[in-house]
């Protein structure tokens, strides 16, 4: 098998069918990438070696072509010369000479298409590469991320493992009921602190109604001629049963405001 032949049956292999049918295909694929360096290599010389056979043809053809024209202008020397022998001899070495011109004409012609050829299959050695590497890469990050995968899902089941523990659950349950018992005590000092403060508000309305009272009575002890009235009254030593029905409810409405 020549090197064509290597390199085409490199190029034609599957990547998917690799990756597939391979129990390793990390290891297929750098074991093909591998190869596919190594005929690049070959492939690179090989091309650089015909481009340097393609200029000794056209130089040789080249020459040829020269010696074939000084043959030809000795054989019209000969001619002027009326020299018929001479002259077929120089047309004999013309024709030979350009017999060897055309053949290193063919010959290079015929490396330009092998140089061709090559440098196709060197353009499409280096984009096979390229697809390997870029294959691996991608099974790097499926087999990364595959990997954290399982991290996590073992990190689940061992919380998971943590929460269905008795103590787990007892601590919980322990953690619940104090703080039902706080939250318990924090509600009845807001009920207690509650009844303080309307016990002292009921403290404050008794405290500004006496102090009321205190007022008024004294105010109407300084005002002379004045009428008496039902705190004058209860003042005087009158008691609560000696005054009419009307006067107990003025003075009761009066001690509210």
Known sequence: ???????????????????????????????????????????KTQVATAIAESHQLRKRCTEKQAEAEKWLHKAEQAIEQNNDSLARTALS???????????????????ERVITVMRGALRRLEAKITEVETTLELLETRK????????????????????????????QATTQDAEARAQALVEQHQR????????????QRLEQQLQALKARKSAQGRLPGRKRTTTDNLTAGISPGELSLDELKKHMEASQD
């Open 93 to 111: 070495q013309y024709n030979e000479l350009n017999k060897l011109a055309q053949r290193y004409q063919h010959l290079q012609t015929d490396q």
């Open 192 to 203: 207690d602190l509650a009844n303080e403060l309307e016990a002292i508000s009921e403290e």
């Open 144 to 171: 990364r991320n595959a990997l954290l995968q399982q991290r996590v899902f073992e990190a689940l089941n061992r919380t998971r493992g943590i929460q269905n523990d008795p103590r787990t659950q007892q601590a």
């Open 1 to 43: 098998m020549n090197l064509l032949e290597r390199v085409l049956t490199l190029l034609r292999i599957s990547l998917n069918s690799v990756v597939e049918q391979s129990d390793d295909p990390d290891k297929a694929l750098q074991q093909l990438r591998l190869d596919l360096r190594n005929q690049l290599v070959q492939v």
